[in-house]
Every structure is written in structure tokens, then in C-alpha cells.
């Protein structure tokens, strides 16, 4: 993370809705059997990959909301402590396996709307203030706008490629 440590609310929110708008423009152009059917190599289709993004996205509303990260993305402790995100991926993954692909992109729109709202309220001084001010890390005094940064717009950057391969076979 670079400049995005030094994003005004007005920035990350308009950042996090242009990469939104992207993302869910690309989604938009495939057919649910794109979605449900095919798989990369480790089994996740490209309905999994929509999932593991709103439930990072949960945890950030959870986070800014002070509550329990980990209980919010369905986390138990050994994953959670671990910091292994194949574990933590693995679990989300199975935990919603069986939603339909109207579940997923409903529940999708629905934590997304809860984090542009909760963002929408934070100062700019909020998005400055260190992690530890809404989770109980002592000593993580990254500025939480980085995780916000990393959890919404760069995330769906980052799994758009893994998911055009999955789709073109």
C-alpha cells in the first residue's frame, strides 16, 4: 500500500465504487453457467470467489463496527490464529458452498451497502486511526484504511484474473 494510506472518505469511497462498478460490470458480462460450473484448480468456482469477497468485506464492517472480525467471516480460533489464508479461504469457502448464485451476489450487494454506509460515516481521521483502535491488536498501528483499501477494490483486482481463467477453461 502506497498513496492509499492517504485517502480522504471521499477518495476511498469514490476508489471503492469505481472498482465495484468494474468488477461488477465483468461479472455482468457472464452467464450463470460461467459462474457455477467450471472450477480452477483448487475447486473454487467463480460463485466461491464472489462469496470469499463479501465475507471479507463482512469483516471490515465488522471491524469498523468494533466487533469480532473473526465470529463475523464464520472464523474459529485455530484458523483465525493461524493467519494461514488457504486455511481461513477453505473454511469460507465450504461455509457457503451450498448458496445458489442469486444467494451470493444478493448477500454480495447487501455487505457491500452496509460498508460504503459505515465508511460514508467515518472522518478522514477515522480512516488514519490505527487498527488497534477498532480490534483488540495491540500493536497493530497500520492505519485501517489499508485494510479497507485491500478488502474492497484491490481485492476484487486481485481474484478478476483468477476468475477470467476459470471461465476461459
Known amino acids: 500500500m502506497s498513496d492509499e494510506q492517504n485517502l480522504t472518505t471521499a477518495e476511498l469511497l469514490t476508489a471503492m465504487e469505481s472498482g465495484w462498478d468494474e468488477f461488477q460490470a465483468y461479472l455482468a458480462t457472464l452467464t450463470p453457467a460461467q459462474m457455477t460450473g467450471p472450477t480452477d484448480v483448487a475447486g473454487w468456482s467463480v460463485k466461491d470467489h464472489v462469496m470469499h469477497l463479501a465475507i471479507w468485506e463482512k469483516g471490515i464492517v465488522a471491524l469498523l463496527k468494533r466487533e469480532d472480525r473473526q465470529q463475523a467471516m464464520g472464523l474459529d480460533d ?7 489464508y488457504d486455511v481461513m479461504n477453505a473454511i ?7 448458496l445458489s448464485l442469486d444467494e451470493v451476489k444478493q448477500t454480495f450487494a447487501d455487505i457491500h451497502g452496509q460498508l460504503v ?12 486511526r490505527p487498527y488497534s483502535d477498532y480490534a483488540d491488536d495491540p500493536g497493530n498501528d497500520q492505519p ?6 485491500g478488502n474492497t477494490f484491490e481485492h476484487y483486482a486481485e481474484h478478476r484474473p ?3 481463467t476459470i471461465v476461459a477453461g
Do not use: C, F, P, S
Not at 485455530?78 to 494461514?84: E, F, P
Not at 469460507?92 to 451450498?98: K, L, S, T, V, W
Not at 485501517?144 to 483499501?149: A, K, T
Open 92 to 98: 469460507i469457502r465450504d461455509q457457503h458452498a451450498g
Open 117 to 128: 454506509a459505515r465508511i460514508g460515516a467515518l472522518t478522514d481521521a477515522d480512516l488514519q
Open 162 to 164: 483468477w476468475i477470467e
Open 144 to 149: 485501517v484504511v489499508g485494510y479497507i483499501v
Open 78 to 84: 485455530d484458523a483465525w490464529n493461524g493467519h494461514d
